[in-house]
């Protein structure tokens, strides 16, 4: 069974300049998650997709960040323009009924 | 905010040896669930253990939860070098269903 997958895993920017993350969930997981990680830290939830409809977004910096999951599957999460204080890593996962998360291995992002 | 602290925030032990960890916890709960990450990687769910549970095994796992003291710990049995990374407890709170809030991980180190 293939885990959930990120691209890209790697990205360098330099600040006000947008970028954007991809994460594909386990088929058939409806939840979907993205997760901000800071160095030393444990992950944050930025924001949680059922199926399509983003269910908790209270931690999302709306003013820059932004994320969609068309189709309640593929999801994308952007910032838009970047700031210094946004290079993280930045973690999806994606669970079924059961309360276990699966997190793909992440993307690392430096703003410069 | 996270929600779980880790103690200690870093334990360096030899091969063969126990390794114990503790998580504590402000609010009630219906799930408090462990992680690992290996450098650079995703988290991977090690294990769960219910609210109305007081002890779980799994393996060189085993986990404990003292609801009435908001605590839990994870004890590692017969290290290896294998089991270096870091460990993150994550809660399930009652008030916010299937929202994780992880807190900032213990780091083991494991020397042959």
């Known amino acids: 069974e293939a885990g959930v997958v990120q691209s890209p895993r790697y990205k360098i920017i330099e600040k006000k300049q947008p970028v954007a993350f991809w994460c594909n969930p386990i088929?058939?997981?409806?939840?979907l998650y993205w997760y901000l990680q800071n160095l030393g830290q444990g992950p944050e939830l930025l924001i949680r997709?059922?199926?399509?409809?983003?269910?908790?977004d209270s931690q999302l910096p709306k003013d820059r960040f932004s994320a969609e999951r068309l189709k309640g599957v593929d999801s994308t999460l952007k910032i838009q323009p970047a700031e210094l204080g946004d290079s993280a890593v930045y973690l999806c996962?994606?669970?079924?009924?059961?309360?276990?998360?699966?997190f793909g291995p992440g993307t690392r992002l430096t703003v410069l | 905010s996270q929600q779980g602290e880790e103690d200690p925030q870093a334990l360096s032990i030899q091969e063969g040896e126990n390794a114990t960890m503790n998580c504590s916890y402000k609010?009630?709960?219906?799930?408090l669930q462990w992680y690992r990450q290996n450098s650079g990687r995703g988290l991977v769910h090690l294990i769960l253990?219910?609210?109305?549970?007081r002890e779980k095994h799994s393996g060189r796992l085993r986990v404990t939860l003292d609801t009435s003291k908001k605590s839990s710990s994870l004890l590692i049995t017969a290290s290896r070098a294998a089991d270096t990374a870091s460990y993150f407890c994550?809660?399930?709170?009652?008030?916010?269903?299937?929202?994780?809030?992880f807190g900032a991980g213990t780091q083991v180190v494991v020397t042959p």
């Open positions: 996962a994606s669970s079924q009924r059961s309360h276990e998360q699966f």
């Open positions: 088929s058939g997981h409806n939840t």
């Open positions: 997709y059922e199926n399509e409809e983003a269910v908790d």
């Open positions: 609010t009630s709960i219906n799930n």
């Open positions: 253990i219910r609210s109305n549970e």
């Open positions: 994550a809660t399930d709170g009652m008030d916010s269903w299937g929202k994780l809030q």
